[in-house]
């Protein structure tokens, strides 16, 4: 694995699980807690497989 690939598995778990306690905390809502989780795997495979 690159250091990007690993920035990227590292990076990607960090975000998800960010943008989980600020849904529970109240700050996103649902539609805003799933577009990032989504967002961010998206971002994540498509950099990954383009390494």
Known sequence: MTD???G???ATPIIIV???V???MGV???AG???AVLF???IAVVLFLDR
């Open 18 to 20: 960010f943008a989980l």
């Open 33 to 35: 807690t799933v577009s």
């Open 8 to 10: 990227l598995s590292v």
């Open 22 to 24: 600020l849904h529970r």
């Open 4 to 6: 990007a690939q690993i």
């Open 40 to 42: 961010s795997i998206a």
């Open 28 to 30: 996103l809502q649902r």
